[in-house]
């Protein structure tokens, strides 16, 4: 099914929530973004709204799409341009060739365009390989061979779904946009690609978690881990640990330091 057909729209709850970007703009401009959201989960070209030629009357990009946006939104002209303004100037959404889109959404489709089209592709193969296999052990059914023949399909194709199952390269790209340390990339890709699809949340939510944390903020963040050595490491598994800074209660003053403070 594709996902402008879908009737819920897949939202991330953990990266809205934790968008710095987002939390920059007002209530108003959340709530104007989440209805565009919905209206380009309907689009035909998931994830944009394309500007139509009789909006395109002002030197305004913003004022035009808020005019055509009018009819849908239950917001005044006025407040959807100011929100528009808003989103576009801390790079929410994102306005190019009477064009407006949101990344994430973009590159969700193209996802699923890449697996829909692997699926097709992988589901004839084993369909063929299946039928090789039932003809070969029809004309041989006491025949040792065919058997392992069979087992061996099998195989394969299990190892065929578990390549499947690991993570496409623009889950990769989502996770080093947010890794705050970039550093060896291709290390970081080589690491990702032992992933499986099912870690990529985990990995996100602990992330956050651990972008956040003390010692990977304190210092200018030079004790940040490579990416490559988080991943492999499986890091993203340990407990952030407390706040290691010096919490020792201050010493005593000796008597001649208390008297020279007098």
């Known amino acids: ?151 061996e399909i099998k195989d394969k194709t299990k190892k065929k779904r578990i390549v499947k199952e690991k993570v496409d390269n623009s889950f990769f790209e989502s996770f080093w946009e947010s890794y705050p340390k970039k550093v060896s990339r291709k290390d970081a890709e080589k690491a990702f690609e032992k992933i499986s699809q099912f870690e990529f949340n985990n990995i996100m939510v602990a992330l956050e978690k651990w972008k956040k944390s003390y010692d990977w903020t304190k210092d200018g963040g030079q004790f940040i881990p490579n990416a490559a050595t988080w991943l492999n490491g499986e890091r993203w598994n340990d407990e952030i640990p407390a706040r290691t800074a010096a919490r020792a209660a201050p010493q005593r003053k000796t008597q001649a330091e208390r008297i020279f403070d007098l």
């Open 1 to 151: 099914m594709a996902l402008r057909d879908q009737p819920y729209l897949p939202l991330y709850v953990q990266d809205f929530m934790t968008d710095e970007k987002l939390a920059e703009c007002s209530a108003e401009s959340t709530g104007v973004y989440i209805r565009i959201m919905c209206l380009m989960h309907k689009n035909e070209e998931y994830g944009t709204v394309l500007l139509r030629q009789k909006f395109q009357q002002t030197s305004s990009i913003c004022r035009n799409f808020a005019e055509q946006l009018d009819s849908h939104l239950p917001y005044k002209v006025d407040v959807i341009e100011r929100s528009l303004e808003e989103l576009v100037e801390v790079g929410v959404l994102s306005i190019s060739d009477n064009k407006m889109s949101q990344k994430r959404m973009v590159r969700d489709f193209a996802v699923s365009n890449v697996r829909s089209e692997a699926g097709k592709k992988g589901g004839f193969a084993t369909a063929k390989s299946a039928a090789n296999g039932s003809a070969k052990h029809t004309a041989n059914s006491e025949s040792e061979y065919d058997n392992e023949n069979d087992t």
